[in-house]
């Protein structure tokens, strides 16, 4: 092994034991299934807006959206204007009425709890439902987030993809096994500050490199000038509204995403959901924007030294081995790391949770103790981790496609229901399951179709039947009970009857 790879090597290792040793702080401090599954709902604003910004990213805007830049030049910022817009409307619209409707709604810890909770289930099917559909998308979720680290162990470490990816996973399970949300999020904190300073230091480098920003558009324009048209296609194809919406259409997706939304949960008070959210939407504007500059920098960087670049996800590695010392290289590139484990842990601690408390609490044993859920919690950390592995060895795995699917997936089973669960009281338990379902199956059976409409992003048909079901079912059954409007009353007011801005 050679000095440099040496110093990226050790400074990986630090970096290892950093989060390791966050995740056994955080074991410490973890005693019942609410601080193991929630925090306890102790989050402050800065950790609970970079944990839900980093656990959104993952390796995607590393890898992912440079990747479509370095391909797509500035058809790009569809993209990335829909996430952005997204992210604030899900801070403005779902953060606040969702803190203190889950404590209301029988101080629900999941997704699957809080729609039985609110809609008094009597069926006995939101709950196991729901966890269904959260097991189902994760799996895929994980394994993109695992091919991510997969790709870096086998750049950084000259080793067999395979083997990089079991590397990887073993990283991600060591601290979330231990520590629960509160490891998942303080270390997501870290992650979240070292993935901003990366998509900042690397794009201005190489943008300097490519002689500055104005230099950097004249030489695009000499590579291929379509490249900085945002309404055609790198071979000068016109994009057509399909592809225009399908893009923008991303930001829906994040209404549903069970592991960002936890974090509003588990926030500590609705007054401190304002500047979470300012500091949530800076923190991703600046993300994007790095990430796309990387992209189109790199571009231009390959080209003048005449590099073929066979992955274009790869890309902000290149960079960073090119321009940097190992040192700062290995400390870039454990931000990849960092952005890989950010996700990946959440997702691993939200199918534990819906698997604990969803399936084997609700259905199996209500009796069981708080350290029994516990325990089984953290099998499901390892069983769901294999699983995602599994399907993440396929050394060909796109990150972006594998994220497209699993995000759509949750956007139009869980977003709709939970939109309109929040804002809507005529709304019924049976609209909110067949607005689950029929988001989940309409994604499922969308994705395989292709050609003229079936061509649109499957989140966007999913998203709208969804929204339709839950109307027409609920229009169409009896009132809710006044139970629920109960809980209204308490969200409209207010937490304690105060005047919360959040309201």
């Known amino acids: 092994m050679s000095a440099n790879n040496l110093t990226v090597v050790l400074t990986f290792a630090v970096y290892f034991v950093v989060m390791l040793a966050i995740g056994v702080i955080a074991w410490k401090r973890t005693v019942s299934s609410t601080d193991y599954f929630l925090g306890g709902r102790s989050l402050g604003p800065w950790t609970s807006a970079l944990s839900a910004g980093a656990s959104d990213m993952s390796g995607w805007l590393l890898l992912g959206l440079p990747g479509y830049a370095f391909a797509a030049g500035f058809e790009a910022f569809w993209l990335a204007g829909g996430l952005l817009l997204g992210t604030w409307l899900n801070w403005l619209l779902v953060a606040g009425r969702l803190r203190e409707y889950s404590v209301a709604a029988g101080n629900s810890l999941t997704l699957s709890e809080f729609f039985a909770n609110r809609f008094k289930d009597r069926s006995g099917l939101l709950q196991p439902v729901s966890a269904f559909f959260i097991l189902l998308f ?18 950084v470490f000259s080793v067999n993809y395979q083997w990089a990816v079991i590397f990887g996973t073993l990283s991600v399970v060591s601290y979330t096994l231990f520590g629960g949300f509160l490891a998942v999020c303080w270390t997501d904190l870290v992650q979240g500050l070292l993935m901003a300073a990366a998509l900042v230091i690397v794009p201005v480098i190489a943008v300097q490199m490519a ?4 230099q950097l558009l004249v030489n695009l324009e000499q590579i291929n000038p379509h490249l900085l048209n945002p309404m055609t296609s790198s071979t000068g ?5 399909v592809v225009i919406i399908s893009l923008l259409g991303w930001g829906l997706g ?15 008070s609705t007054r401190d959901i304002t500047i979470a959210r300012r500091i949530a939407v800076s923190w991703t504007g600046v993300g994007m924007v790095g990430a796309l500059l990387t992209g189109l920098a790199g571009l231009i960087y390959t080209r003048s030294l005449g590099v073929a670049v066979d992955d274009a996800e790869a890309i902000f590695m290149l960079l960073v081995n090119s321009l940097f010392h190992p040192v700062v290289a290995g400390i870039l590139l454990a931000a990849i790391l960092a952005a890989v484990m950010s996700t990946a842990d959440s997702q691993l601690l939200v199918c534990s949770t ?14 069981a103790s708080s350290r029994e859920v516990i325990r089984v919690g953290q099998l499901a950390v390892v069983i769901v981790a294999i699983l995602a592995t599994l399907i993440a060895l396929d050394p060909d795995s796109s990150v972006l496609g594998m994220v497209s699917y699993a995000w759509a997936g949750f956007g139009a089973a869980f977003g709709p229901a939970l939109l309109m669960s929040l804002f809507w009281q005529r709304m019924t ?11 989940g199956v309409t994604v499922l059976l969308w994705k395989p179709l292709s050609g003229g409409i079936f ?4 989140l966007v048909p999913g998203f709208i039947l969804a929204s339709v079901a839950v109307y027409l079912v609920s229009c169409l059954g009896p009132r809710p009970a006044t139970g629920v409007e109960e809980l209204f009353g308490k ?7 105060s005047s919360d801005p959040a309201w």
Not at 455 to 458: A, N, P
């Open 138 to 155: 994760f799996l895929f979720y994980t394994a993109s987030g695992l091919v991510a680290a997969g790709k870096l162990f086998e750049t």
């Open 211 to 214: 002689g500055g920003g104005g």
């Open 237 to 241: 194809e016109a994009i057509d509204l």
């Open 254 to 268: 994040y209404f549903g995403q069970p592991h960002i939304i936890a974090r509003f949960k588990a926030t500590r």
């Open 354 to 367: 819906a698997f604990a408390e969803d399936f084997y609490k609700d259905i199996f044993r209500p009796e």
């Open 429 to 439: 338990e049976w609209g909110a399951l067949s607005g689950i379902v029929t988001g």
């Open 455 to 458: 061509d649109l992003y499957e």
């Open 491 to 497: 969200i409209t007011r207010g937490p304690d009857n």
